[in-house]
Structure formats: structure tokens, C-alpha cells
């Protein structure tokens, strides 16, 4: 069975960082995408990051230059480091991932077959 956990949410400032891991057991995921998504209270959830086989990334706009998503070599762990954090980041931030290879990763949830339950961030202004 696959699972996908999430942690390092938390309460921070604004301007302050944090670095959310995503840890998978029962596969890896070498070969395919990964990715990050958030939801606010009272709002769908969006895309956030994503990273390819190939290391290719891409981001929402919101957030680039701000975040920057990675992956371990055997793809069972994936990271989000969140700098220069703004209230409007505070949401639950779900980890991703496709459970088969394609040449382009992914921005919407149906891309994805595996999800974690989330970790709240909140960052106070």
C-alpha cells in the first residue's frame, strides 16, 4: 500500500521560511512526477509545485522565485522549501505524486494518483 506523509507545517511569520517534506512508502517514484498543492480555507485547491523525472520544475506564478520544490535521487522523498512567506500561503499543503512516467509533469490534481493528507501552514502577518 502507497502512502504519502507529509510534515514540517507550521505557524510562521511573514517574510520567514519553512521546509515541507513528503516522505512515500510502499514505492518510489524515480520515474515519475511529483508535486505540491495547497488549499485555503473557503477555496479550491491549487497547484503549487511540481518536479518531473528529469528534474524539470515548474511553479504556480505566485509562488516562484519563493519556493523551490526538490526530490532525493530514488524518489521517496520530495521537499518544498518555502522562503519569503506571505499570509496568503497559509493553507493545507498536500505532497503528490503520478503513478506512471510521462515526458511532461502535471499542474492539475488529475494528473496525480497518490495524495498525503496535508499539513497546515499558516503564516501570520
Known amino acids: 500500500q502507497v502512502q504519502l506523509v507529509e510534515s514540517g507545517g507550521g505557524l510562521v511569520q511573514a517574510g520567514g521560511s519553512l521546509r515541507l517534506s513528503c516522505a512515500a512508502s510502499?514505492?518510489?517514484?524515480?520515474?515519475?512526477?511529483m508535486g505540491w498543492f495547497r488549499q485555503a480555507p473557503g477555496k479550491e485547491r491549487e497547484f503549487v509545485a511540481a518536479?518531473?523525472?528529469?528534474?524539470?520544475?515548474d511553479y504556480h506564478n505566485s509562488v516562484k522565485g519563493r519556493f523551490t520544490i526538490s526530490r532525493n535521487y530514488v524518489g521517496s522523498t520530495w521537499y518544498l522549501q518555502m522562503n519569503s512567506l506571505k499570509p496568503e500561503d497559509t493553507a493545507v499543503y498536500y505532497c503528490?505524486?503520478?503513478?506512471?512516467?510521462?515526458?511532461?509533469?502535471?499542474?492539475?490534481?488529475?494528473?496525480?494518483?497518490?495524495w498525503g493528507q496535508g499539513t497546515q501552514v499558516t503564516v501570520s502577518s
Open positions: 518536479i518531473n523525472w528529469n528534474g524539470d520544475t
Open positions: 503528490a505524486a503520478a503513478a506512471f512516467w510521462s515526458e511532461r509533469m502535471s499542474t492539475s490534481e488529475g494528473g496525480y494518483d497518490y
Open positions: 510502499g514505492r518510489t517514484f524515480s520515474s515519475t512526477a
